[in-house]
């Protein structure tokens, strides 16, 4: 970006930078130069128009016009600020998660539609869903696994930021692969993207998602096969299964539950009408 001559206001920053977000292709570029701003700045999103009016000091120029040239770049502003809020709570993330989506917390609403005190996650990559779960369920535990152990990293950093880690065990492990003891609630957000879908995926998803926490190189559906597999032996009686679902799998993944032996299995949709969510309960014994 070119430097200003003068100083300009953090409302005139904010619009230029959005020109020039929007110029790149960037669809919500007031949105992101907004956002950007308030980190520039240092100031909580709900006090930047205080600061509308105030000439912004070099560093913070110097700051938003980096942060801008990343966003122009594809980088996601939740990888630029280094975390975003899900479900109301802020959760660091890094390349080594998924940026957590606000679909997944149709996911969230539907665990809390009943009781649980022990669940699992599998595959947690940021802890998104299972510290959103514990911080809303104070009597609630959990098991939290994922193949990746920079991802658990992570995952520990936000259960202590939202005093969830006494509550919280991390593991890391292949599916169930090291997972031991029984669940009333088994979540997961699996890597469900088919690897032929990879390069038409949005650029800030192609850079900013590590890999293997978008696809399974084999079809999409590896982790719903596992989980199916795999589930009905750590789940307590009456025990439900929450998984996440790309939108045209709904009724695949219901076929994988229900062969497994799963009973009243249902597709959720999420808030943009799409699939989002299929629920399978263990068999009654
Ligand atoms: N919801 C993500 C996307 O569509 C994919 C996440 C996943 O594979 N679990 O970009």
Known sequence: MSSAV???TVQEEIYQGARILEAAGIAYGMRDARRLMTAALGVNTDRLTLHLRDDLPEAARRLFHEFCERRVQREPVSRILGGRLFYGRWFKNNPHVLDPRPET???????LLRDFETFLDIGTGSGCIAITLLAERRQATALASDISGEALTIAKENAVSHAASTRACFVISDWFASIEGHFDLIVSNPPYIHPDEIPDLEPEVRKGDPLIALTDHVDGLTGYREIARG???HLSENGRVLVEIGSMQGQQVQNLFEQAGFVDCAIHQDLDGR?????????KT
């Open 275 to 283: 699939d989002r969510v299929v629920e399978a309960f263990a068999q």
């Open 231 to 233: 589930a009905q032996n």
């Open 105 to 111: 917390e149709i996911l969230v609403e539907l665990a």
């Open 6 to 8: 003068g100083a300009k």
